[in-house]
């Protein structure tokens, strides 16, 4: 008797899926998508562009993990199994699938520390990063960088000091054009390090020796708790490299944002130097874990973004509205990733923490073991490389 309301499910399931693949999808859609205001550019990127199925339903799938990993980063925090410093980029999905659809594998990233979404689209897996979070073994930096510490191949991680990352990329786009190499690094930082001296230093230094870097960035409008207009005497930041040239982007449209990156990174590509771009985006929790994001905006501000540009909403309603997928397919792929989270969740609190002696471990990528002193010079740890 029990058994039975559960094989109706199995059936209705399965009769869905027949549905879905009985039916026929447009391979692809134009979409018109907004304008991007300019600074020292002739033109910007397209006003239309394609969006086939495939690369639609991974866009999907991709934002949808992202979000999901990181209202799992909340939960997992609120039960003290996360600790110390967690900032999350829930709202702000749209920029980093976007942006990584917009370049190559072989092309850099460096960031500050929201840094989840980005470990993600770089190619890590949600049970890295969480285990990361958890700070446990299986974790990407090994259980020793945390949430502002992740690294992956051609992501050169989350970076703690505020605006620091940003002479750092300018440096990996230095490295890209003497290796001679057609590569370019995207380099971010917040509205709230805009302000910072070494960022205008850093585009100094790329626009003299004409380095293939993109500045991105990322303005989610409160630095901290300090709205835009109280921080910056020009929230223009597109146009703050002034010699460089710059783009402001919608970051709530992921088709914006892979428009603009593939623009920017053919601009830098062809020896142009370095170019800006400003994503305007929005972020959904507090700065950090320890903000509850709700003294210096109000509830109803933060409603009405997520009820008018969710980056994952907005993509949705373009492609069941032009045939691209069906409500069910995606709510299908909705199912799949909660299931891969709540896995991930479990690998992260299941996993065991580094040991001790690990504590002077990998200071140099290649030489031979040596002591480190301990807290007191009688307590000794061994480094391996």
């Given at each position: 008797h029990f058994g039975r309301p559960r094989q109706v499910d199995h059936q209705r399931s399965g009769a869905s899926r027949v549905l879905v693949a009985s039916r026929n999808f447009a391979n692809d859609?134009?979409?018109?998508?907004?304008?991007?205001?300019l600074h020292r550019l002739e033109e910007g990127p397209p006003v239309t562009t394609v969006l086939t199925r495939e690369d639609g339903l991974r866009y999907y799938r991709m934002m949808q993990t992202v979000r999901r990993m990181e209202l799992k980063a909340d939960q997992l925090y609120k039960q003290k199994i996360i600790r110390g410093f967690c900032h999350l980029c829930d709202g702000q999905e749209a920029c980093c699938v976007g942006l990584e659809a917009g370049i190559n594998p072989t092309d850099h990233l460096i960031t500050a520390y929201r840094a989840?979404?980005?470990?993600f689209t770089r190619g890590l897996s949600v049970r890295e990063i969480l285990a990361e979070l958890t700070g446990r073994k299986g974790g990407c930096a090994k259980g020793k960088g945390g949430s502002m510490h992740m690294y992956a191949k051609n992501f050169y991680g989350g970076n703690g000091i505020v605006g620091a990352q940003v002479p750092l990329g300018a440096g990996i786009a230095l490295a890209c054009k003497y290796n001679g190499k057609d590569e370019v690094c995207l380099t971010l930082y917040g509205d709230g390090a805009a302000n910072q001296g070494q960022i205008f230093e850093a585009y100094n230094m790329a626009a003299l020796w004409k380095l293939p870097c993109i500045f991105i960035c990322e303005n989610n409008r409160y630095g901290m708790g300090t709205s835009v207009e109280r921080a910056a005497a020009s929230t223009d930041y597109y146009k703050r490299g002034d010699f460089i040239p710059g783009l402001r982007v919608d970051g709530m449209d992921i088709l914006c944002v892979r428009e603009a990156t593939r623009f920017a990174a053919a601009y830098c590509r062809s020896g142009k130097g370095p170019i800006l771009m400003e994503l305007q985006t929005y972020r959904y929790h507090g700065h950090s874990m320890s903000d509850p994001g709700v003294s210096y905006r109000t509830r109803e501000e933060i409603q009405e973004v997520r009820s008018k540009s969710d980056p994952i909403?907005?993509?949705?309603?373009?492609?069941v509205n032009s045939n691209l997928a069906s409500v069910e397919e995606l709510k299908e792929i909705d199912v799949e990733v909660r299931k891969e989270i709540e896995d991930a969740a479990q690998f992260a609190t299941a996993d065991p923490e580094p040991p001790l002696?690990?504590?002077?471990?990998?200071?140099?990528?290649?030489?031979?073991?040596?002591?480190?002193r301990g807290a007191n010079q009688w307590i000794k740890f061994k480094s391996v490389s």
């Amino acid at each position: 008797h029990f058994g039975r309301p559960r094989q109706v499910d199995h059936q209705r399931s399965g009769a869905s899926r027949v549905l879905v693949a009985s039916r026929n999808f447009a391979n692809d859609a134009t979409f018109e998508i907004k304008k991007c205001d300019l600074h020292r550019l002739e033109e910007g990127p397209p006003v239309t562009t394609v969006l086939t199925r495939e690369d639609g339903l991974r866009y999907y799938r991709m934002m949808q993990t992202v979000r999901r990993m990181e209202l799992k980063a909340d939960q997992l925090y609120k039960q003290k199994i996360i600790r110390g410093f967690c900032h999350l980029c829930d709202g702000q999905e749209a920029c980093c699938v976007g942006l990584e659809a917009g370049i190559n594998p072989t092309d850099h990233l460096i960031t500050a520390y929201r840094a989840h979404g980005f470990t993600f689209t770089r190619g890590l897996s949600v049970r890295e990063i969480l285990a990361e979070l958890t700070g446990r073994k299986g974790g990407c930096a090994k259980g020793k960088g945390g949430s502002m510490h992740m690294y992956a191949k051609n992501f050169y991680g989350g970076n703690g000091i505020v605006g620091a990352q940003v002479p750092l990329g300018a440096g990996i786009a230095l490295a890209c054009k003497y290796n001679g190499k057609d590569e370019v690094c995207l380099t971010l930082y917040g509205d709230g390090a805009a302000n910072q001296g070494q960022i205008f230093e850093a585009y100094n230094m790329a626009a003299l020796w004409k380095l293939p870097c993109i500045f991105i960035c990322e303005n989610n409008r409160y630095g901290m708790g300090t709205s835009v207009e109280r921080a910056a005497a020009s929230t223009d930041y597109y146009k703050r490299g002034d010699f460089i040239p710059g783009l402001r982007v919608d970051g709530m449209d992921i088709l914006c944002v892979r428009e603009a990156t593939r623009f920017a990174a053919a601009y830098c590509r062809s020896g142009k130097g370095p170019i800006l771009m400003e994503l305007q985006t929005y972020r959904y929790h507090g700065h950090s874990m320890s903000d509850p994001g709700v003294s210096y905006r109000t509830r109803e501000e933060i409603q009405e973004v997520r009820s008018k540009s969710d980056p994952i909403m907005l993509l949705k309603d373009r492609m069941v509205n032009s045939n691209l997928a069906s409500v069910e397919e995606l709510k299908e792929i909705d199912v799949e990733v909660r299931k891969e989270i709540e896995d991930a969740a479990q690998f992260a609190t299941a996993d065991p923490e580094p040991p001790l002696e690990e504590l002077g471990y990998h200071i140099y990528s290649s030489d031979p073991p040596f002591e480190v002193r301990g807290a007191n010079q009688w307590i000794k740890f061994k480094s391996v490389s």
